[in-house]
């Protein structure tokens, strides 16, 4: 069957260090993986995006790397304040039919 | 840029009435706009994909006599609840594409969602 599993714990860490998230899946061949952040009560918002011809993508702080022979990506936040604290989710983007399948998402939390 | 807006942002109603619920890109024109349901603690599912002009393309489950979608203009999709009831309580949030696919960067830009409760 098809999956995409996200960490269901949060994950908390003191603020500073580098915080490391982990989306898996089994079962597609994603032309695209994304990742938005989400705060509770509100719609999520568009963070990076990764092909599957890419290995690593940075941007400011957040780095993304994707395996497709292992089918995961990793989202990397360095330097975590608090003001990163919210859900994270991982979509895969199969690339013909603009839709997106979101994993469950995973909650940081960042100590000050 | 990629604003998209929804309109209400929460809304509580009588089990058996109809809700509808507007989503609109405001500094871009959208082909495709998405509608989504999210239960507490659970994560985005796709109900159904919406197409300027023609019918809305629904996921397995999804009932389109239930969930009534019009995409009648590139910057406007609306979502009615038809006869409510409490199970259909949830948070309905749309998103739309952009910048085109054929740019390689095509992603969702989502609506900040509407808090459906049905008493």
């Known amino acids: 069957s098809q999956k995409i599993e996200q960490n269901s714990e949060a994950l908390n860490i003191q603020e500073g260090k580098t915080a490391t998230l982990t989306c898996n899946y089994t079962?597609?061949?994603?032309?695209?993986l994304q990742w938005y952040r989400q705060d509770p009560g509100r719609g999520p918002v568009f963070l990076l995006l990764?092909?599957?011809?890419?290995k690593e993508k940075r941007k400011e702080r957040l780095k993304v790397t994707f395996d497709t022979t292992l089918k995961q990506s990793l989202f990397h936040i360095t330097a975590s304040q608090p003001a990163d604290s919210a859900t994270y989710l991982c979509?895969?983007?199969?690339?013909?039919?603009?839709?997106?399948?979101f994993g469950s998402g995973t909650r940081l939390l960042v100590r000050p | 840029g990629a604003v998209v807006s929804q309109h209400p942002s929460w809304v509580i109603c009588k089990s058996g009435t109809s809700v509808k619920i507007e989503c609109r890109s405001l500094?871009?024109?959208?082909?495709?706009m998405f509608w989504y349901r999210q239960f507490p603690k659970q994560s985005l599912m796709l109900m159904a994909t919406s197409n300027e002009g023609s019918k809305a393309t629904y996921e397995q489950g999804v009932e389109k006599d239930k969930f009534l979608i019009n995409h009648a203009s590139l910057t406007l999709s609306t979502l009615t609840v038809t006869s409510a009831h409490p199970e259909d309580s949830s948070f309905y949030i749309c998103?739309?594409?952009?910048?085109?696919?054929?740019?390689?960067?095509?992603?969702?830009?989502f609506g900040p969602g509407t808090r459906l409760l049905v008493l």
């Open positions: 079962n597609y061949s994603p032309a695209y």
């Open positions: 500094d871009f024109q959208a082909t495709t």
């Open positions: 998103s739309a594409s952009f910048p085109p696919r054929a740019s390689g960067q095509e992603t969702q830009y």
């Open positions: 979509a895969l983007d199969m690339g013909s039919s603009y839709k997106l399948i």
């Open positions: 990764i092909r599957e011809n890419e």
